[in-house]
């Protein structure tokens, strides 16, 4: 593992710059693209190494779509920005009935390789229509594979691996971690995609989240230990396909269970990892499940309203303890 250390948004940066490289037939397109190098500054460079492989688009999530889609399938593998994951809402005929269905519909004759990329996530004061974290909407559609990655690390080898599948896939990136730095391998790796991680080992419960909410997960768990509660947190990095084995080792080892997630708490993808658990791990639990989210409401613009709206290191620290009986 090398030494240094690079922003999520340099390490996506990177990552696009090598597999374009590698593969003539990757292109990207979205909103703002060649204009600004992204909102997020994500794609700065590579209009300029990649001529024609940038492309600028109208503003309409429907055509950014389904260009990608058109594209997908005469053997381009196009990465579709988003700009926002809230305007998916937009695009969803092209995702929930087109790209996510057509490989089987045509009975493997035709595979969708592309990568829908999503900035998703709340932090930033940007409203409701700007701070959403929809993750567990595209779990439900079959035929799409959804990723949801939190250190630099993670995202290069995740993006990578979305990159070179024949399947469609989400790729959610929290808005706040764009800055998030860490340490990336300068070799050249994959991470395959439905591989879960231990971030932090440990024995009396075990958390399971995902993006952001990761660094929340780690830092509660700093402040656990200083009251002799040794916490194991598992990020799941792939939300579809679901590493179920590593959660189970998990489960095994540690009796209890702890979700995190920053989706609100409804319908959040949470409920399913616990049902599961509760269906396949029922006997290895010494307490209930137990699941952290937002709270069901639009998230606020204010700072102050967005804060006790969404989930945060306290509410992690007390869940496991309700889940302990401390």
């Given at each position: 593992m090398s030494n240094r250390e690079i922003s999520c948004s340099t390490a996506l940066r990177e990552a696009l710059e090598e597999e374009m490289e590698r593969d003539d037939t990757i292109f990207i397109i979205g909103e703002d693209l060649v204009a600004?190098?992204?909102?997020?500054?994500?794609?700065?460079?590579?209009?300029?190494?990649?001529?024609?492989?940038?492309?600028?688009?109208?503003?309409?999530?429907?055509c950014i779509v389904g260009s990608g889609v058109g594209a997908a399938l005469t053997g381009m593998r196009p990465i579709v920005d988003m700009?926002?994951?809230?305007?998916?809402?937009?695009?969803?005929?092209?995702?929930?009935?087109?790209?996510?269905?057509?490989?089987?519909?045509?009975?493997?004759?035709?595979?969708?390789?592309?990568?829908?990329?999503?900035?998703?996530?709340?932090?930033?004061?940007?409203?409701?229509?700007?701070?959403?974290?929809?993750?567990?909407?595209?779990?439900?559609?079959?035929?799409?594979?959804?990723?949801?990655?939190?250190?630099?690390?993670?995202?290069?080898?995740?993006?990578?691996?979305?990159?070179?599948?024949?399947?469609?896939?989400?790729?959610?990136?929290?808005?706040?971690?764009?800055?998030?730095t860490g340490h990336v391998p300068e070799d050249e790796y994959i991470i395959p995609i439905g591989s879960a991680a231990v971030k932090r080992p440990g024995k009396d419960i075990t958390i399971l989240t995902y993006s952001r909410m990761t660094y929340l997960c780690l830092?509660?768990?700093?402040?656990?230990?200083?009251?002799?509660?040794?916490?194991?947190?598992?990020?799941?990095?792939?939300?579809?396909?679901?590493?179920?084995?590593?959660?189970?080792e998990s489960v095994k080892k540690t009796y209890n269970v702890l979700i995190v997630h920053e989706a609100c708490l409804t319908g959040g993808f949470g409920g399913e990892i616990a049902a599961r658990i509760g269906e396949e791990l029922f006997d290895y639990l010494d307490a209930p499940v137990m699941r952290i989210g937002a709270k069901d409401v639009p998230i606020p613009f204010s700072p102050v309203m967005e804060d006790f709206v969404l989930p945060k290191v306290s509410d992690v620290v007390e869940g496991v303890k309700k889940v302990l009986n401390r």
């Open positions: 600004h190098g992204g909102i997020f500054g994500q794609f700065e460079g590579l209009p300029e190494r990649f001529p024609g492989r940038v492309i600028d688009s109208p503003i309409s999530e429907t700009h926002f994951a809230d305007f998916v809402t937009t695009g969803m005929d092209e995702i929930a009935n087109q790209m996510a269905k057509i490989r089987y519909m045509f009975g493997g004759q035709a595979k969708v390789p592309m990568v829908l990329w999503a900035p998703d996530g709340g932090g930033l004061s940007a409203a409701a229509q700007h701070s959403q974290s929809l993750e567990s909407w595209f779990v439900h559609i079959p035929g799409l594979k959804v990723v949801a990655p939190s250190e630099p690390s993670d995202v290069k080898g995740l993006i990578k691996a979305a990159i070179r599948d024949d399947d469609p896939v989400i790729f959610f990136q929290h808005k706040r971690l764009f800055a998030q830092e509660a768990a700093e402040q656990l230990a200083k009251e002799e509660i040794d916490v194991e947190i598992v990020d799941l990095r792939t939300l579809k396909p679901l590493d179920f084995a590593l959660i189970a």
